[in-house]
DNA sequence: GTAACTGCAAAATATTTGCATCCTT
DNA sequence: AAGGATGCAAATATTTTGCAGTTAC
């Protein structure tokens, strides 16, 4: 189980100050529970913020490692809340699974599913292994 | 073993026509053996060929199964050329491990590697799974 | 000759940058 | 008060669309 800290004290984790938007963000990731982009953010903050503090805002937060992109087969940029295990300084995805449902286009981080072993050819030294599963989700 | 055509036949069985910005692209593929952006192909035509003519050439190739496009962790869009078991009809990515080099930045789309099994929650329905490797490649 | 393809122009969309102002600490 | 964050304007980059001219078959 995931401890659960406060927005602000997130914030205050990563030396960032508490701002509205920043909170707003948070708060919409956290609610949503599934990746979101950044299109949806514009939407769901009811165009309230520029599109630039938003495009600034999720920077910053993968540079912190607060969300990450994940990488979806249609190249659309998403974005989700990292776990406890996202180490702070870049090194994201790191064992991460995540679904993306083809009906109700919802993408989920399946944190709790460990990214299996593949077998390289020889000469590949893999690093980090991203996993992306399309299919239908537990709600549809 | 892979059986080879030529790009010529292999534009014709599509039901498309020969022309040069195809049968230029296809060489290229063929010739990478690695995945390349839009960017990377109107570099190496030497700028030739329009940039929309490469849009609409890319575009008619995934929607015929020539190539398909590979998800990157940092979202950019790559393209490479699809194996034999490639449905031509939308059908991409199936069983497709891709490995991204940290170093020399190449994609390989390491077909004869299967994806393996993922245990998801219940209820998640997998279809298609797509595995990126990030790491250090052969040749570096 | 006809349908398909390309190139050019332009529109639409997405992302980045600079700077003045405002807010958090 | 000082530094950081935001909003606006504008620059840049990316992708799409329309149409006229050209090419493949």
Chains 1, 2 share one sequence.
Do not use: W
Not at 58 to 84: M, R, W
Not at 85 to 91: A, I, V
């Amino acid at each position: 189980m995931m401890e659960t800290i406060s927005i602000d004290e997130l914030l205050r984790r990563n030396q960032l100050s508490i701002t509205d938007s920043r909170k707003k963000i948070l708060e919409l990731f956290q609610a949503n529970n599934g990746a979101m982009a950044h299109s949806d953010i514009e939407k769901k903050t009811d165009e309230k913020f520029d599109r630039v503090t938003i495009y600034r805002t999720l920077q910053t937060f993968v540079e912190k490692g607060i969300i990450h992109t994940i990488p979806t087969p249609d190249n659309s940029v998403l974005y989700a809340l990292c776990k406890d295990d996202c180490s702070s300084t870049g090194h994201h995805h790191d064992n991460h699974v995540h679904f993306v449902c083809d009906n109700c286009n919802v993408t989920y981080c399946l944190d709790s599913v460990v990214s299996p072993e593949v077998n390289l050819p020889g000469g590949f030294k893999p690093k980090v292994i991203d996993v992306v599963v399309t299919g239908i989700c537990k709600n549809c």
